[in-house]
């Protein structure tokens, strides 16, 4: 039985061959481990269910986010998708693209094989242009910067964002996310831009790609995970561990399950084999 009383069973659960597990509120809160997901994620590799973690968090490169995991329990080689992939799924092998972020962007530029160019590089005299920029959290990030970024994108630049969420949370509470950082460049620059993470459709690419046809997102937030999981034509598997609480409910996209947190989840998941 649910421990939240049964807005577990909405549907008839199906056990998934892949599910999209988003970090934040799912995983960890924060710096906090949420107690039982990595148990939770043994359990599904039991029995075949291919696991891979999807994150907007465009700073850290993809060893730092298995780092994180690894440190919470978690064995995520080569099983992190991040949003700085879906914004290198867009880019073309040679193209000038300025990294307007951190390490993520840049690892993910380089792996695209586009030529990654810094701000400097991009503000010297009778420097190439650049033919996009990518945006992505960089706490670092002002002024100068914004001019330089947003005056590539007036000189024909493609506007691309790992992501746009407004804030993200932390200890102190909502701080500026890269949507935030976004907002500046885009105003400035006159555009809008093309979002690679969830829930849009560049990252969702990288997931099909990776996992096949059918599969479940689960995530504590709705107007990201649930469209993603829209966007991929998989289910939905809701957590109330995160943003999202009971008095939220009903939610659209109606979620396939709804649980407590990940180990909920999974016990709904399990049963249904
Ligand atoms: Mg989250």
Known sequence: MPKNGGWGCLTRPVLPPAV????????????????????????????????????????????????????????????????????????????????????GVLEAVGAAGAEAVTYDEADAPGAAPVETVVVGFHQDFDYAKMRIASTAVRRGARLVATNDDATYPTERGEVPGNGSILAGIATAGGVAPIIAGKPHEPIATVVRDRCGPTGMVIGDRVETDGLFAVALGWDFGLVLSGVTTAADLPVVPTPALVADDLAGLVDQLLVAR
Do not use: Q
């Open 20 to 103: 999209a597990v988003d970090l934040d509120g799912v995983v960890w809160r924060a710096a906090t481990p949420i107690p039982g997901a990595a148990d939770a994620i043994v359990r599904l590799r039991a029995v075949g269910v291919d696991v891979v973690f999807v994150t907007n968090n465009a700073y850290p490169t993809l060893a730092g986010h298995e780092a994180k995991l690894a440190a919470a329990g978690i064995d995520a080689a080569g099983a992190v998708i991040s949003s700085p992939m879906g914004a290198a799924a867009l880019l073309r092998p040679g193209e000038r693209v300025l990294v307007a972020g951190g390490a």
